[in-house]
């Protein structure tokens, strides 16, 4: 898609889906490719902000997650905020270099090659930060030459000629799986409910034969010592009197 498309995308209202997926008119859009050169890099303390300029009459920002710093989280230690405009400073190649992940897998990603200047295709989902739609990149790759951004900007205009600009309509034979799939997932849904139920009433009826079990094991053991408390009781008695008759007699 182009930056100027994607800023167009827009959320259902009312429908169930994830907060990642937007429409461009009724086609669900939740991954999104884009060429362009990096005009802008901005480094904050959890990410690296790039902006990317596409030609299409807007240009979009590329959120790239740093890695968790061990020692930074320990003792809350940010670097300085710096922007790059048209080449990386000496102050800011700490920073580029620092590790970056992905937004889905977590896998690791190397963007020091993507400074202001640099031409390059990118991937990623969607999602908004301040009511402006932002790219969370996945990956990318660096476009060689221009035959090759040519090739993609036609593939991206047959992609909203053919795909977007027709209403996404779904057949007889679609709707219905979908129908069954979804059948199949409440029954699924259903079962693994009855599932939990189940093993809940189980494990209070375990509950409760190990507390009526406690329960009389406890009441034996105090009968037990009820009985030994009368025996020492008597035994004391008994010992006391014959105590006494021995001095009396003596």
Not at 123 to 130: E, H, I, V
Not at 131 to 146: F, I, K, S
Not at 171 to 181: F, P
Request: proline share 5%.
């Amino acid at each position: 898609m182009a930056a100027a498309d994607v800023h167009r995308l827009k959320r259902r209202p009312g429908l169930a889906v994830d907060q990642s997926t937007f429409f461009y008119h009724n086609h669900p859009i939740s991954f999104v490719s884009l060429v362009g050169i990096i005009v802008g890099r901005t480094d904050v303390p959890r990410r690296t902000i790039l902006t990317l300029d596409d030609s299409s009459g807007a240009t979009i920002e590329i959120a790239v997650l740093k890695a968790p710093d061990p020692v930074a989280d320990t003792y809350g230690i940010n670097g300085p905020t710096t922007t790059t405009h048209g080449g990386p400073p000496a102050k800011a190649q700490k920073q580029q270099r620092a590790s970056h992940i992905a937004a889905t897998p977590g896998t690791d990603l190397d963007i020091s090659p993507l400074i202001p200047g640099a031409v390059v295709q990118v991937k990623g989902t969607l999602s908004m930060f301040r009511g402006t739609m932002q790219l969370q990149l996945e990956r990318w790759a660096m476009v060689r030459d221009t035959n090759a951004e040519m090739l993609f900007l036609d593939q991206r205009s047959r992609y909203l000629v053919e795909v977007l600009s027709s209403p996404w309509r779904l057949s007889k034979e679609e709707i219905e799986q979908l129908e069954v799939d979804a059948d199949e997932e409440e029954e699924k849904m259903e079962e693994e409910q009855a599932r939990m139920r189940r093993r809940l009433r189980k494990r209070a009826e375990r509950e409760e034969k190990d507390a009526q079990r406690i329960q009389k094991s406890w009441e034996r053991e105090e009968n037990i010592r009820s009985a030994e408390a009368i025996y020492c009781r008597d035994y004391g008695v008994k010992a006391m009197r014959d105590i006494k008759q021995k001095r009396a007699r003596g």
